[in-house]
């Protein structure tokens, strides 16, 4: 089975820092691997995913996140914080070849000014 | 640009009153989804379906049941409420290939049982 690990269910930066959200994975083939952001009273919206090819993945809002498979993780990265980014972020995977996603537990980003 | 759409929004139910959550998609998605979301549990899967008229149970089945009539439409039903059942539920769709699909998320109902 899969599972989903996200170090910290908050995480405090200033605005400007760097912002790095932690998730780790369990499984015994590298699944597809995703992040999503909430803001309050919404869906989960797409920010980035890795599939295949290039281990670095860009996504929306200048956020970044590298798989790597020999430490099973996929951590999110953005240089500089801003305001707007104050949220919470899902990271979820999924098996190759079947269409169902786990999430971890999620970590609300607060910005301070 | 309707992608993915729950109704109600908001809903109050008793103890013991049933009701239907209503998810329609509009991108031609195989699969769909219902989660609920709780405060430090994330997002956990109820049901599923894979396409028209199947369904399968996910990690928190107990006490919902779901249906997929229509390719566009996934309901889920609440026989009989319970307290355990407050949450924020997320109907969800996705492609049915196996490419990394993205899963496309509602925009969330707040259910309260009172």
């Known amino acids: 089975a899969q599972s989903v690990t996200q170090l910290g269910s908050h995480v405090s930066v200033s605005e400007g820092a760097l912002v790095l959200l932690r998730c780790n994975y369990s499984?015994?083939?590298?699944?597809?691997l995703f992040w999503y952001v909430q803001y309050p009273n919404q869906g989960l919206q797409l920010l980035l995913k890795?599939?295949?090819?290039?281990?670095l993945v860009k996504g929306i809002n200048g956020f970044e996140a590298e798989f790597k498979k020999s430490e099973t993780s996929f951590h999110l990265t953005k240089p500089s914080a801003h305001m707007s980014d104050a949220a919470e972020y899902f990271c979820?995977?999924?098996?190759?070849?079947?269409?169902?996603?786990?999430f971890g537990s999620g970590t609300k980003l607060n910005v301070k000014p | 640009n309707a992608g993915v759409t729950q109704t109600p929004k908001f809903r109050v139910l008793k103890t013991g009153q049933s009701m239907t959550l209503l998810c329609a998609q509009d991108?031609?998605?195989?699969?769909m989804y219902w989660y609920r979301q709780d405060p430090g549990m994330g997002l956990r899967l109820i049901h599923y379906s894979v396409g028209e008229g199947t369904t399968a149970k996910g990690e928190v089945p107990d006490g919902y049941n779901v249906s997929r009539l229509k390719k566009q439409n996934f309901l889920l039903g609440l026989e009989s409420a319970a307290p355990s059942q407050t949450s924020v539920y997320f109907c969800a769709s996705s492609y049915g290939t196996a490419s990394g699909n993205t899963i496309y998320f509602g925009e969330g109902s707040w259910l309260t049982v009172v």
């Open positions: 979820a995977v999924s098996p190759y070849n079947f269409n169902k996603f786990y």
């Open positions: 499984s015994s083939v590298p699944p597809y």
């Open positions: 890795y599939t295949t090819g290039a281990t």
């Open positions: 991108m031609n998605h195989e699969y």
